[in-house]
């Protein structure tokens, strides 16, 4: 495994397993530079979202980038508020011109929207068929939604993006996704930084000489989710792409396992209709 490896989606999508997360990145330059950083480092994932009203400054950093556009996989999102057949299909068009690129790589529904998902959901098949979106898929979605979904759509969705961290597993949604083929997507991976200071994950850094958050990345990839940490920091973009070199053993995976505490940092999904 490597920042080069992938997973596929499709006969012929492939995503890779390290992406760069921009939310709250900062507009403008901050963004900018974090892709600019991340595509020298040899990252070829970006996430984003409609959401993070940062979508320019990803395209942008892509155009002035060396790197072809078509060796790298570009996430974004559609907003809670722009759910429903054709606001979904208008916030495409939206996120697309923003991106400045005719076709996304992959077109996420950020949230199970209850009244709208369906609906919406159908809208993303469309584009999909027009080839706009090479891939669509799914985030914060539980069993349930997962089931639902799949009992009405055409297309399966071929991501699921969830919290994930040794904290908060989310043991249902992954197993539920995986029951449906669905690709899992680790979002906060490294906790939004808010567990680097926890004595198994201290430990564990200290026994593979590694920082708390190179420990966090291992642990998702090593479960065989694609993982999204964010960084707008040139040095911390480069530490959490170190991670292709080093393994956690089977004991130390599981001390990690055992550190779940239900904790969600973001979203809980858990209890959504
Ligand atoms: N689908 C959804 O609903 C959803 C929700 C949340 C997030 N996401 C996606 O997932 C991505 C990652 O999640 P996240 O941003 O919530 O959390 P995260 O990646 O777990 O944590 C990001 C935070 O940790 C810090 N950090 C990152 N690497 C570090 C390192 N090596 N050492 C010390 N601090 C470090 C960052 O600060 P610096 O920038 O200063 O390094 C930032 O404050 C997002 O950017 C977004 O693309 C999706």
């Given at each position: 495994?490597?920042?080069?490896?992938?997973?596929?989606?499709?006969?012929?999508?492939?995503?890779?397993?390290?992406?760069?997360?921009?939310?709250?990145?900062?507009?403008?330059?901050?963004?900018?530079?974090?892709?600019?950083?991340?595509?020298?480092?040899?990252?070829?994932?970006?996430?984003?979202?409609?959401?993070?009203?940062?979508?320019?400054?990803?395209?942008?950093?892509?155009?002035?980038?060396?790197?072809?556009?078509?060796?790298?996989?570009?996430?974004?999102?559609?907003?809670?508020?722009?759910?429903?057949?054709?606001?979904?299909?208008?916030?495409?068009?939206?996120?697309?011109?923003?991106?400045?690129?005719?076709?996304?790589?992959?077109?996420?529904?950020?949230?199970p929207?209850p009244?709208?998902?369906?609906?919406?959901?159908?809208?993303?098949?469309?584009?999909?068929?027009?080839?706009?979106?090479?891939?669509?898929?799914?985030?914060n979605?539980v069993?349930?939604h997962?089931?639902?979904?799949?009992?009405?759509?055409?297309?399966?969705?071929?991501?699921?993006?969830?919290?994930?961290?040794?904290?908060?597993?989310?043991?249902?949604?992954?197993?539920?996704?995986?029951?449906?083929?669905?690709?899992?997507?680790?979002?906060?991976?490294?906790?939004?930084?808010?567990?680097?200071?926890?004595?198994?994950?201290?430990?564990?850094?200290?026994?593979?000489?590694?920082?708390?958050?190179?420990?966090?990345?291992?642990?998702?990839?090593?479960?065989?989710?694609?993982?999204?940490?964010?960084?707008?920091?040139?040095?911390?973009?480069?530490?959490?792409?170190?991670?292709?070199?080093?393994?956690?053993?089977?004991?130390?995976?599981?001390?990690?396992?055992?550190?779940?505490?239900?904790?969600?940092?973001?979203?809980?999904p858990t209890d959504a209709p």
């Open positions: 495994m490597d920042l080069r490896s992938t997973i596929d989606l499709t006969g012929s999508v492939a995503i890779p397993r390290l992406g760069l997360g921009v939310f709250r990145a900062g507009g403008g330059q901050p963004t900018r530079d974090a892709v600019t950083w991340a595509l020298e480092r040899g990252y070829r994932h970006v996430d984003t979202a409609h959401i993070y009203r940062n979508e320019v400054d990803v395209g942008a950093a892509l155009a002035a980038s060396d790197v072809p556009r078509d060796e790298v996989f570009v996430t974004t999102k559609l907003w809670n508020s722009d759910q429903g057949y054709d606001a979904t299909l208008r916030a495409f068009d939206a996120s697309a011109a923003a991106l400045g690129v005719e076709v996304v790589d992959l077109y996420l529904m950020h949230w929207v009244e709208h998902r369906l609906e919406s959901w159908r809208a993303m098949e469309r584009i999909h068929a027009e080839g706009r979106a090479r891939a669509i898929g799914v985030s979605f069993r349930r997962l089931d639902e979904l799949s009992a009405h759509a055409n297309v399966a969705p071929m991501v699921n993006q969830i919290e994930l961290h040794p904290f908060g597993q989310q043991r249902d949604a992954v197993a539920a996704s995986r029951e449906h083929g669905v690709v899992v997507e680790a979002y906060s991976p490294v906790t939004k930084g808010q567990r680097f200071g926890d004595p198994t994950v201290r430990a564990i850094a200290t026994e593979t000489r590694r920082t708390p958050a190179q420990v966090l990345i291992r642990w998702g990839l090593q479960h065989g989710f694609v993982v999204i940490p964010k960084s707008s920091n040139q040095d911390r973009i480069a530490e959490n792409a170190s991670v292709f070199d080093f393994e956690l053993d089977p004991s130390q995976m599981q001390r990690l396992d055992g550190l779940e505490e239900g904790l969600h940092l973001a979203w809980d």
